[in-house]
């Protein structure tokens, strides 16, 4: 018998490939109790779906080359960064740029925050590569549109007098949403700064703006009050409409815009494609290879509707049942539980958080999944015998 573990990560508290090791210490655990270890097999594949770390799981994978810069962070201050490559083809995700994850929690304020080290770590990835760079959406710290990106990458921003704007900067100190109004005029370079082709890799589908954009469904995540949430989806109304205009494109409906804060915008309008996240993640690590399996094990931190839209383990789970393979999942958080239950997509579900606190929960995630596993594959073993489903 052969189980495959392929779980996305927890958000907060630990990587997909962390993840994976305290599953599958589990479900050895759960064998040996049960004698069974030399009859089962276990390969392991973390998953991403084009959110935050998708790109280096895919990187690990291929055996890519990695390549260390430095660029410009959502803040303003230097970061380290990074970028893959290999067969002429570029990885990179904003997050490594422009992240949340590099900014503390009392200095997050997306009103200052900047996309502008991202295209700068495109640049520096198209000196590696000339076909094709794939940037990855997810962990974005930042909500301004993709202005910073694109003047990294030679766009130029015009006031209403044709004077160019101050960038998104924090030491500029002009929020982004006064910028972002202020724009009256677009104008694209005048030649392309790299001879790559852009692919924009996203775990959400989200328009730039209305009810589920940019502003309205991510801002608060990022820090931005609620008593400012009309006046920056204003904002950014404004700007796409200035930018669409200029440019001559309509971009800002398309599935996938809103992601990142408005950067799969400002990346559609330099010319990018998108690709929905996990069926590029899946593509790239050839997953269908994976699938000769009895079981599959998989999870993410929360477990909602929302897991069935595209993200990692509902995509994958659809994937097996196509296949008819059974599919057990683990989560930090279950939320919508009939809906996900309605679905038929998970044989079973473990949530690990239920009774503990949200502490206790992420602190101790990696114990409470190599407990859950155990017990989960000591209950799955013991149907199997039983001829139960």
């Known amino acids: 018998m052969r189980i495959l573990v392929a779980p996305d990560k927890f958000k907060g508290s630990l990587t997909a490939t962390e993840v994976a090791a305290a599953l599958v210490a589990g479900i050895k655990e759960g064998c040996s109790a049960d004698h069974s270890e030399n009859q089962y097999s276990i390969v392991t594949q973390p998953i991403g779906d084009g959110g935050e770390g998708t790109m280096a799981l895919i990187a690990e994978s291929r055996g890519l080359n990695r390549e260390n810069v430095t660029v410009t962070g959502p803040m303003g201050r230097p970061v380290a960064a990074e970028y893959f490559w290999g067969q002429d083809e570029a990885y990179l995700e904003m997050a490594s740029a422009s992240g949340l994850g590099l900014v503390s929690p009392e200095e997050r304020n997306p009103e200052y925050a900047t996309t502008f080290g991202t295209g700068e770590l495109i640049l520096r990835a198209s000196e590696s590569v000339t076909k094709r760079i794939n940037v990855g959406l997810g962990g974005s710290a930042t909500i301004d549109g993709g202005m910073g990106c694109l003047a990294a990458l030679g766009y130029r921003?015009?006031?209403?007098?044709?004077?160019?704007?101050?960038?998104?900067?924090?030491?500029?100190?002009?929020?982004?949403?006064?910028?972002?109004?202020?724009?009256?005029?677009?104008?694209?370079?005048?030649?392309?700064?790299?001879?790559?082709?852009?692919?924009?890799?996203?775990?959400v589908t989200s328009p730039l703006n209305g009810p589920t954009g940019a502003i309205a469904r991510f801002a608060r995540q990022k820090g931005l009050s609620e008593s400012k949430l009309d006046e920056y989806a204003n904002a950014m109304e404004s700007f796409s409409m200035v930018c669409e205009r200029s440019l001559e494109l309509r971009v800002a409906s398309t599935p996938g815009a809103?992601?990142?804060?408005?950067?799969?915008?400002?990346?559609?309008?330099?010319?990018?494609?998108?690709?929905?996240?996990?069926?590029?993640?899946?593509?790239?690590?050839?997953?269908?290879?994976?699938?000769?399996?009895?079981?599959?094990?998989?999870?993410?931190?929360?477990l909602d509707a929302g897991s069935l839209e595209g993200k990692g383990p509902g995509s994958l789970a659809q994937m097996l049942k196509q296949k008819g393979i059974p599919c057990i999942a683990f989560c930090g958080k279950l939320e919508e539980a009939d809906r996900i239950e309605a679905s038929n997509l998970f044989e079973a579900i473990y949530e690990i958080g239920q009774g503990r606190t949200s502490l206790d929960s992420v602190q101790n995630a990696a114990q409470y999944l190599k407990e859950a596993a155990r017990d989960s594959i000591t209950d799955w073993l013991g149907r199997r015998r039983g001829g139960g489903s």
């Open 157 to 203: 921003f015009l006031d209403r007098l044709g004077r160019p704007l101050k960038l998104p900067r924090p030491e500029n100190m002009v929020p982004i949403a006064s910028i972002l109004s202020s724009v009256a005029e677009v104008q694209p370079p005048a030649a392309t700064q790299y001879r790559a082709t852009l692919r924009i890799v996203a775990d």
């Open 258 to 302: 809103g992601a990142a804060g408005g950067l799969g915008f400002g990346l559609l309008l330099a010319g990018a494609s998108l690709e929905p996240g996990f069926r590029f993640f899946a593509q790239a690590v050839q997953l269908e290879n994976w699938m000769d399996v009895d079981l599959a094990i998989t999870g993410e931190g929360k």
